[in-house]
């Protein structure tokens, strides 16, 4: 699947449901689900900066494709980097680079988050991004 109809799902599983606390339930879910990243790499390297919460990100170039592994010590937290990394792990560098991240604003995920919450997502938006030019710059 491509990232834009990855996000489309993601789009579509919010939609199901009624309420926002459903939607956080959902979230933390995701969060429990996500592949949890090596702790050799929980490091200060890794941690995203602007989050209230720790945050950590690794990428790794798998053929021509960016895995991304993650975690963080808060479980809203860990279910928004969740979403993330579902929407941009195992894409090509490029893609993600070109991505359109519009899906947020349809969930509705920065509305509900609070100021410190939104500005983390965008860092971990950010972060996602800076790995896949660093990469492409390694694939030109």
């Not at 489309?8 to 689900?33: C, H, N, P, T």
């Not at 592994?69 to 941009?88: C, H, N, P, W, Y």
Request: glycine share 4%.
């Amino acid at each position: 699947m491509n990232i834009k109809e990855i996000q489309e799902d993601i789009v579509a599983e919010f939609a199901m449901f009624e309420d926002w606390m459903q939607r956080y339930e959902y979230m933390i879910d995701l969060g429990k689900s996500l592949p949890l990243i090596a702790e050799e790499y929980k490091t200060d390297d890794n941690i995203i900066k602007g989050c209230q919460s720790k945050v950590w990100v690794h990428a790794d170039l798998e053929a021509d494709k960016l895995v991304f592994t993650a975690d963080s010590d808060a479980i809203i937290t860990k279910g928004i980097i969740a979403i993330l990394i579902r929407a941009f792990s195992n894409q090509k560098p490029k893609d993600i680079i070109e991505a359109d991240t519009q899906f947020i604003d349809e969930i509705g995920l920065k509305e509900h988050l609070s100021a410190t919450r939104a500005n983390g997502l965008v860092s971990m938006i950010k972060q996602i991004k800076l790995y896949a030019v660093a990469y492409q710059t390694q694939l030109s």
